[in-house]
């Protein structure tokens, strides 16, 4: 009879120890760690002058005079500087007969620059990657870019390999969100996300106004990051993600057509960014937030915003309150917000109340490299460690935006101090600049002074 008892008592400590281990194990993998990441600096023969975007806009003898002031006032008013970069077809006078290997060619120099940059300042080979995830948006070429990546550096044969395509300016944190579940199931894991977009093969050269906007925003650009769930790198890890929240509202007709990849009216290839797109933006980002800030935001600020809520709608009106209903500023140090123009950066600041120090970053990065798509975020992150602002126990929040239409953030802990200047070592000194004035008004303002509706401009 005693021996029953002993018997049970053992079972029981076995399960619950067993039970405690996995538990322990499932924590360990739910850990996603930023080993390291670079970014892309394309050769500076690709910069985009004033001259060099002049020269580009003439070639177009489809332009009219109405369509070069929309272009003066569009790229006025993007807050892009004279050195984003631009694919070499497109310099080179090729923009209308683009080939595939022009688009290959683009995509080489960034794996060669980024990839190998990352891999070697984390200090790993690449067949120690377990896990490879690349998002490369308009481009997908068979076999893909994935497979390619393996190729080039001879990647081991039992390599997980995705390639994402067609997921816009937010697939960054998709790539990530893909890794991190993966890592869920496979303990000490070792992933390479890539990120870029193919510019090449994507330039408009048609009249539809709603597509001649991705010429003034979009260039060249990319980045790869390391993430692993393994705890020996833990000490060597810059950031821990904390929580990761994606919000898509593609049932809505007017959210689905807001950014599209189409043909116009004559058949010519490119983006069409609708106006239903703020729209858009913004109702995605409500359905992001109101998942996130329970997450990340302390019980009082949770506690105060409910009050307040709850106050206004016992009295039958709203109450006037200053500044947003909710303030992220109690659980976010610093925000990596997407650069995907002026009005986006100045539409996110508004609603979060932020300073413009606080978008600082984003707006830098738009007047240094443009809108890069999904890797805008990684140049944004790479200037705030630059300027020497990311310190141990810092909170970060990415927020990005991307069609379909998505809303994509996500929460990172720094885990040490940050300094790398990255891409930026030899230009952060130089900002802020004293002046964003834009050198196309300059050169280029006469335009409006012009008489007429049409005919050929003499940049």
Same mark, same amino acid.
């Given at each position: 009879?005693?021996?029953?008892?002993?018997?049970?008592?053992?079972?029981?400590?076995?399960?619950?120890?067993?039970?405690?281990?996995?538990?322990?194990?499932?924590?360990?993998?739910?850990?996603?760690?930023?080993?390291?990441?670079?970014?892309?600096?394309?050769?500076?023969?690709?910069?985009?002058?004033?001259?060099?975007?002049?020269?580009?806009?003439?070639?177009?003898?489809?332009?009219?005079?109405?369509?070069?002031? @929309?272009?003066?006032?569009?790229?006025?008013?993007?807050?892009?500087?004279?050195?984003?970069?631009?694919?070499?077809?497109?310099?080179?006078?090729?923009?209308?007969?683009?080939?595939?290997?022009?688009?290959?060619? $683009?995509?080489? =120099?960034?794996?060669?620059?980024?990839?190998?940059?990352?891999? #070697?300042?984390?200090?790993?080979?690449?067949?120690?990657?377990?896990?490879?995830?690349?998002?490369?948006? /308009?481009?997908?070429?068979? !076999?893909?870019?994935?497979?390619?990546?393996? /190729?080039? @550096?001879?990647?081991?044969?039992?390599?997980?390999?995705?390639?994402?395509?067609?997921?816009?300016? /937010?697939?960054?944190?998709?790539?990530?969100?893909?890794?991190?579940?993966?890592?869920?199931?496979?303990?000490?894991?070792?992933?390479?996300?890539? %990120? /870029?977009? *193919?510019?090449?093969?994507?330039?408009?050269?048609?009249?539809?106004?709603?597509?001649?906007?991705?010429?003034?925003? @979009?260039?060249?650009?990319?980045?790869?990051?390391?993430?692993?769930?393994?705890?020996?790198?833990?000490?060597?890890?810059?950031?821990?993600?904390?929580?990761?929240?994606?919000?898509?509202?593609?049932?809505?007709?007017?959210?689905?057509?807001?950014?599209?990849?189409?043909?116009?009216?004559?058949?010519?290839?490119?983006? *069409?960014?609708?106006?239903?797109?703020?729209?858009?933006?913004?109702?995605?980002?409500?359905?992001?937030?109101?998942?996130?800030?329970?997450?990340?935001?302390? =019980?009082? $600020?949770?506690?105060?915003? %409910?009050?307040?809520?709850? =106050?206004? +709608?016992?009295?039958?009106?709203?109450?006037?309150?200053?500044? !947003?209903?909710?303030?992220?500023?109690?659980?976010?140090?610093?925000?990596?917000?997407?650069?995907?123009?002026?009005?986006?950066?100045?539409?996110?600041?508004?609603?979060?109340?932020?300073?413009t120090y606080d978008v600082e970053p984003?707006?830098?990065?738009?007047?240094?490299?443009?809108?890069?798509?999904?890797? *805008?975020?990684?140049?944004?992150?790479?200037?705030? $460690? #630059? +300027?020497?602002?990311? +310190?141990?126990?810092?909170?970060?929040?990415?927020?990005?935006?991307?069609?379909?239409? +998505?809303?994509? *953030?996500?929460?990172?802990?720094?885990?040490?101090?940050?300094?790398?200047?990255?891409?930026? $070592?030899?230009?952060?000194?130089?900002?802020?600049?004293?002046?964003?004035?834009?050198p196309y008004t300059e050169k @280029?303002?006469?335009?409006?002074?012009?008489?007429?509706?049409?005919?050929?401009?003499?940049?």
């Open positions: 009879m005693e021996l029953l008892p002993l018997l049970t008592v053992l079972l029981l400590a076995h399960a619950m120890a067993y039970l405690a281990w996995h538990a322990l194990a499932r924590r360990r993998r739910e850990r996603c760690y930023l080993l390291d990441y670079a970014c892309h600096k394309p050769s500076d023969d690709r910069k985009v002058t004033t001259e060099m975007a002049g020269a580009v806009i003439e070639r177009n003898k489809r332009l009219g005079l109405p369509d070069y002031r @929309f272009l003066l006032k569009v790229i006025v008013n993007s807050g892009i500087g004279e050195h984003t970069y631009s694919p070499r077809n497109v310099l080179d006078g090729r923009e209308e007969c683009a080939t595939h290997y022009d688009a290959l060619d $683009e995509m080489d =120099a960034f794996f060669d620059d980024a990839v190998r940059a990352v891999l #070697a300042k984390a200090c790993v080979s690449p067949r120690d990657v377990d896990l490879l995830v690349l998002n490369v948006g /308009s481009f997908s070429p068979a !076999p893909s870019l994935a497979a390619r990546v393996v /190729s080039r @550096f001879g990647m081991r044969q039992d390599v997980m390999a995705y390639n994402l395509s067609g997921m816009g300016c /937010s697939a960054g944190l998709v790539s990530v969100d893909l890794a991190r579940r993966v890592m869920l199931t496979r303990p000490r894991t070792m992933a390479l996300v890539v %990120t /870029s977009e *193919s510019c090449a093969p994507n330039w408009y050269n048609g009249t539809d106004k709603s597509m001649m906007l991705g010429n003034c925003l @979009f260039r060249c650009g990319g980045a790869a990051a390391l993430l692993t769930n393994d705890p020996a790198f833990r000490s060597r890890a810059k950031m821990e993600l904390r929580c990761l929240v994606r919000a898509h509202i593609g049932a809505y007709d007017d959210a689905h057509a807001a950014a599209v990849h189409r043909e116009d009216a004559d058949g010519r290839l490119g983006v *069409s960014l609708s106006k239903d797109l703020p729209k858009a933006a913004v109702r995605a980002f409500s359905q992001n937030l109101q998942r996130l800030a329970p997450r990340i935001l302390p =019980a009082a $600020e949770l506690a105060r915003f %409910t009050l307040r809520l709850l =106050a206004g +709608k016992l009295m039958r009106r709203k109450l006037k309150f200053e500044g !947003p209903k909710i303030n992220f500023k109690t659980g976010v140090d610093h925000f990596c917000l997407h650069p995907g123009g002026t009005a986006v950066i100045d539409a996110v600041r508004k609603n979060l109340g932020l300073t984003a707006t830098m990065t738009l007047h240094r490299w443009g809108n890069t798509s999904a890797s *805008s975020l990684w140049y944004v992150l790479s200037y705030m $460690e #630059a +300027k020497r602002r990311l +310190k141990a126990g810092d909170r970060v929040l990415m927020v990005t935006f991307g069609s379909g239409f +998505k809303c994509n *953030s996500c929460y990172w802990e720094v885990s040490k101090d940050l300094h790398d200047a990255g891409a930026w $070592e030899d230009c952060i000194d130089d900002y802020p600049p004293e002046t964003m004035v834009n @280029f303002g006469w335009v409006n002074d012009l008489q007429g509706g049409g005919g050929i401009l003499p940049f």
